[in-house]
């Protein structure tokens, strides 16, 4: 069965590094013109907390536990092409876990079965500038990873701006630009920007990533990014769980999931951990009490231990 030819965007970007927050202002962008989109999310974890922000008539596709840079490669072409048969859309929008290497997600897509389906196939990269600063704190693997989302790229949303000092901004983005001269860059907060932008820049963009070799950066073979959830059957202590989070060690590099506290028992709340800042937000769906951990090395069961006493 032929469909459409179908535009392909890969949303790469380290974790938490706003991907969610740009998709969902894409997803409305296409809706005011117009466009059928469909989309496919991949999450390390068991569960996935971000599809639960995207509008609930978005087609929608999701693999879980796993990387479809590495462990779940061949199910990635198979649920495309089921998208495409399903709702023939114009756009089919990839956010990778932030542990994925760009470029593998790219190959997983150009599979045989695909390659006729595809019109276009683009990486937009976010950059959380904040960690970006930090990345001397951060393992050698995940630093090298950092640098090729950046590298192989077709455009570079520099992400969370205003969290890093104007004075620090220029020579930050000097060593991005070093790293990748040729993608466009957007400096922004919240991934906003004019999002036209993008659609005009990564059309007439040259893409480079069939002639350079990459150096693979896998979540599960070479980062040892890991994620467990963990579920409770009770309401638990807010200013406890705020202070345990600060114990929490810097491999800990998200978290994610819904929470209820004892102080508003019958109210679930949205909760997101990104580089140290926890956000809660009111949900009005009684979601279950998980949370979804994701880091390097993390010590599963000691963590899990405390989480017991909360
Ligand atoms: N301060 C600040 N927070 C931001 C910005 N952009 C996104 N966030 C917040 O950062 C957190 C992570 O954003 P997401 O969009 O979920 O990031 P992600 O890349 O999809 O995360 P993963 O899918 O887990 O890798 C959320 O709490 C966002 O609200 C920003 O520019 N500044």
């Known amino acids: ?30 809706k ?35 990387c479809i840079c590495c462990t779940i490669q061949a199910q990635l072409s198979h649920q495309l092409l089921s998208l495409c048969q399903q709702h023939t859309p114009d756009a089919i929008y990839i956010e990778a876990t932030g542990a994925a290497h760009p470029i593998e997600v790219l190959d997983a897509c150009i599979t045989p079965l695909m390659a006729k389906q595809i019109k276009t196939c683009k990486i937009v990269t ?12 951060l393992s050698v693997r995940v630093r090298r990873l950092m640098e090729e989302q950046v590298r ?25 630009v070093h790293i990748n001269s ?24 040259t893409s480079f990533y069939r002639t350079e070799t990459h150096q693979p950066a896998h979540a599960a073979e070479h980062l040892r990014v890991r994620a467990f959830s963990y579920t ?14 600060r114990t929490t060690p810097d491999t800990l590099y998200r978290a994610k999931g819904y929470l209820r506290f004892h102080d508003q ?31 390097e090395d993390l010590p599963e069961a000691e963590l899990k231990a405390q989480l017991a006493k909360l």
């Open 1 to 30: 069965m032929t469909t459409k030819p179908v535009e392909i965007y890969i949303l790469s970007g380290f974790l938490g590094s706003g991907k969610t927050t740009l998709l969902t202002q894409l997803l409305a962008w296409e």
């Open 126 to 137: 976010t950059l959380d500038l904040p960690r970006w600063r930090d990345r001397d704190r």
């Open 152 to 176: 192989f790229t077709d455009f570079l949303i520099i992400n969370k701006a205003s969290d890093v000092a104007e004075s620090e901004r220029e020579r930050l983005i000097a060593d991005l």
């Open 32 to 66: 005011e013109r117009g466009r059928q989109v469909a989309v496919l999310m991949n999450e390390i974890g068991n569960i996935s907390v971000d599809s639960r922000l995207l509008p609930p008539d978005t087609p929608l596709k999701e693999l879980l536990n796993g």
């Open 265 to 295: 028992p019958q109210q679930t709340m949205l909760f997101q951990y990104a580089y140290g800042m926890p956000m809660f937000t009111e949900e009005p769906f009684p979601y279950p009490s998980t949370v979804v951990f994701i880091g």
């Open 232 to 245: 409770w059957d009770k309401p638990i202590d807010r200013n406890m769980f705020e202070a345990w989070l």
């Open 182 to 205: 040729t993608a466009p860059q957007i400096v922004t907060d919240f991934a906003r920007f004019d999002l036209p932008l993008l659609y005009d820049a990564v059309g007439t963009h």
